[in-house]
């Protein structure tokens, strides 16, 4: 069984920074992708940033610039710092590992970390 477990949200002013950290337990295949996510009140959950084990990086076009994700050395940890935030950067943050062992797709989440921008 895997598990992630997310730290570091809170609550920052306009222009803040934050940096969220992900660290993921269990049987989990090297060759993956981790991520994260972020669900405002009242919308859908929408894709902050990926990283992939061989060192490729996803951003939403509302983040490039100000956000960086990044993996710890040991490819279970992922990383995401926020830089010059915005009050619609308030959400929950989710971390989320996903990879293929053989022709099986696996998809993990944590329980989210809450991130408030106050203007």
């Known amino acids: 069984q895997v598990q992630l477990v997310e730290s570091g949200g809170g609550l920052v002013q306009l222009g803040g920074s934050l940096r969220l950290s992900c660290a993921a337990s269990g049987s989990i295949f090297s060759i993956n992708t981790m991520g994260w996510y972020r669900q405002a009140p009242g919308k859908q959950r929408e894709l902050v940033a990926t990283?992939?084990?061989?060192?490729?990086?996803n951003y939403a076009d509302s983040v490039k610039g100000r956000f960086t994700i990044s993996r710890g050395n040991g490819k279970s940890t992922t990383y995401l710092q926020m830089n010059s935030l915005k009050p619609e950067d308030t959400a929950v943050y989710y971390c989320?590992?996903?990879?293929?062992?053989?022709?099986?797709?696996?998809?993990?989440w944590g329980p989210g970390t809450e991130v408030t921008v106050s203007s």
């Open positions: 989320n590992l996903k990879f293929l062992m053989l022709t099986t797709p696996y998809d993990y």
């Open positions: 990283i992939t084990s061989a060192g490729i990086i």
